[in-house]
């Protein structure tokens, strides 16, 4: 990224609460007291010496779905508590922070509904399963609103009528218990410590029965999961990417080592458990990272990529590529995304973050012509074969940071009528952005799945001669906290004042 040119152009480094005012984390508030009447709840003993049991009310949630109530004047936070609930929490220090804990609900919400998950009070992958689906959506409406606000009233949120089972992506992970037994399922939240379970209920199931199939074979195929700390066996993760659509399944075995032994007896047993998988990869991360997927990677059967349809259109999908991971919520996102770009089929649009090409192809039927750039190689082989395989002609695909590539367009004076831009969760930069301003495209049509770094960059955009048109949020995540939207911005009009006359800046 270049250097900061516009004092308001910021990472956040804080969350916000729901009246898009920063809060402080969990259990933030700091254990020292100055005096004073403690402002709300009630407690039995001082936290500072061992932990104590307080009542209190939740007063709202946090943008992650976390109860608001005000303890001794302090605001904290208490995972699993709705808005009007009262409850006894568990308050203790954790270093120079207090952390509170849910210990027994008094009076109960209406908006509360039993988790359907056995795991999901020790998973912390869901946030929001205790609460109704309405509740969800009202949830993140609110969110969405507070995040927005300088910008306008966003639309009312697009959700989903069957909100489980909806990933075409999952990944579970593999390690041993204390018995040296094999188990896999997910992280607990912020660490590496391995929660067994056999399903988890936003997977696809097909998915899950795979992973279980794999797991009761590894004894007698002698293959050993990977352990952390040793840095021994084979083992480490189970990727698995379905083509809702196409019905196609990719496995991918993400292993220390390249050295696969009993190789293809294994790859025959699985087939014969499971026909229906379509190809098999070997990836082999050897790294100490958090990073899933490693550079190295070998198909075992089949084409090592699967396909999809979405919006008419079949896309190509390799394992390390981006793609949308609840197509049910895409197809919906990005008709909105399209639909904001007003196109009339003569314009340059330019799909930043493009991924396999899939708005950019869908864009294509509407555009004159979509250029899309990606930074991610596997993606962009991906988007190329994407075009061709759709008989499309009006796209060019560029492998590149986004950024970068913008700062050229505008040094070399080319034009673009439209930008859409879809960036990851940390969002755009200032060398992208200040191109777009550069590049003065008539509309943008920002798509994000982080309201939070969408606002920053918005506020950016707003600064320098674009106004929000529209904001549309979709719930492609159910059950969690996170919550997508797609937000249009239109070049303003400006006076031009010798001519005593408006005049658009493009
Ligand atoms: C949220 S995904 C969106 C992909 C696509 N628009 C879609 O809907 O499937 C963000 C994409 O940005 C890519 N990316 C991340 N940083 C980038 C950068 N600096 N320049 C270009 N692409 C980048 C990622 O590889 C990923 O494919």
């Known amino acids: 990224m270049s250097k900061r040119k516009n004092s308001d152009y910021k990472k956040p480094d804080k969350p916000y609460n729901q009246s898009g005012k920063p809060y402080r984390k969990q259990g933030s508030a700091k254990g020292k007291q100055k005096g004073g009447k403690p402002k709300g709840?009630?407690?039995?003993?001082?936290?500072?010496?061992?932990?104590?049991t307080a009542k209190v009310t939740c007063s709202g949630l946090t943008n992650e779905g976390k109860g608001l109530v005000t303890w001794e004047g302090k605001q904290l936070e208490v995972a699993y508590l709705i808005p009007g609930e009262t409850a006894e929490v568990r308050v203790s220090k954790k270093g120079p922070y207090l952390n509170a804990e849910l210990k027994r609900i008094i009076n109960q919400s209406k908006d509360r509904v039993n988790p359907p998950c056995p795991y999901y009070y020790e998973c912390g992958g869901c946030q929001l399963q205790h609460m109704s689906n309405q509740a969800q959506g009202r949830f993140k409406q609110n969110t969405i609103d507070a995040i927005m606000k300088p910008f306008g009233k966003p639309e009312v949120?697009?959700?989903?009528?069957?909100?489980?089972?909806y990933r075409n992506k999952s990944q579970m992970t593999f390690g041993q218990n204390k018995d040296r037994q094999v188990i896999g399922g997910l992280y607990a939240p912020s660490t590496h410590q391995i929660i067994p379970m056999d399903r988890c209920l936003i997977h696809d199931p097909k998915a899950d029965e795979i992973v279980q199939t794999i797991k009761g074979m590894m004894k007698s195929f002698k293959m050993k999961p990977y352990n952390e700390d040793t840095g021994h066996g084979f083992l480490r993760h189970i990727l698995i990417k379905i083509g809702k659509v196409s019905g196609q399944i990719m496995v991918v075995l993400v292993a220390a080592s390249p050295v696969f032994k009993g190789k293809n007896n294994f790859i025959t047993a699985l087939r014969k458990a499971h026909p229906e998988i379509t190809t098999l990869?070997?990836?082999?991360?050897?790294?100490d990272t958090s990073m899933v997927l490693g550079n190295q990677e070998k198909v075992l059967f089949g084409k090592g990529t699967i396909t999809d349809t979405l919006c008419g259109m079949t896309f190509e999908i390799s394992a390390k590529s981006f793609y949308q991971i609840n197509p049910v919520?895409?197809?919906?996102?990005?008709?909105?995304?399209?639909?904001?770009?007003?196109?009339?089929?003569?314009?340059?649009?330019?799909?930043?973050?493009?991924?396999?090409?899939?708005?950019?192809?869908?864009?294509?039927?509407?555009?004159?012509?979509?250029i899309g750039v990606e930074m991610n190689n596997d993606a962009v082989r991906d988007?190329?074969?994407?075009?061709?395989?759709?008989?499309?002609?009006?796209?060019?695909?560029?492998?590149g940071d986004a950024g970068e590539f913008m700062v050229q367009m505008a040094a070399r004076g080319k034009k673009a009528d439209v930008v859409l831009m879809d960036p990851p969760r940390s969002g755009s930069d200032e060398t992208f952005l200040a191109s777009v301003v550069k590049l003065q495209p008539k509309c943008v049509v920002y798509v994000s799945c982080n309201p939070v770094t969408q606002a920053r960059d918005l506020k950016y955009l707003t600064k320098n001669g674009y106004t929000v048109e529209a904001i549309q949020p979709v719930d492609m995540f159910p059950q969690t906290y996170h919550v997508e939207a797609v937000t249009k911005l239109v070049l303003k009009e400006k006076t031009d004042n010798r001519k005593g006359r408006f005049r658009k800046s493009y």
Not at 41 to 52: E, F, Y
Not at 157 to 165: A, G, K, R, S, V
Not at 340 to 349: F, I, N, P, Q, S
Request: glycine letters at 6%.
């Open 41 to 52: 709840g009630s407690a039995v003993a001082d936290p500072r010496q061992k932990a104590i």
């Open 157 to 165: 949120i697009l959700t989903m009528d069957q909100p489980y089972d």
């Open 281 to 287: 990869l070997l990836n082999v991360n050897k790294r």
């Open 329 to 370: 919520q895409t197809e919906k996102l990005y008709k909105k995304a399209i639909e904001m770009a007003d196109l009339t089929g003569k314009e340059t649009v330019v799909d930043a973050y493009c991924g396999i090409g899939t708005i950019s192809l869908i864009a294509s039927q509407k555009a004159g012509n979509v």
């Open 383 to 399: 988007a190329i074969r994407n075009s061709k395989r759709n008989g499309v002609k009006n796209t060019r695909f560029y492998q």
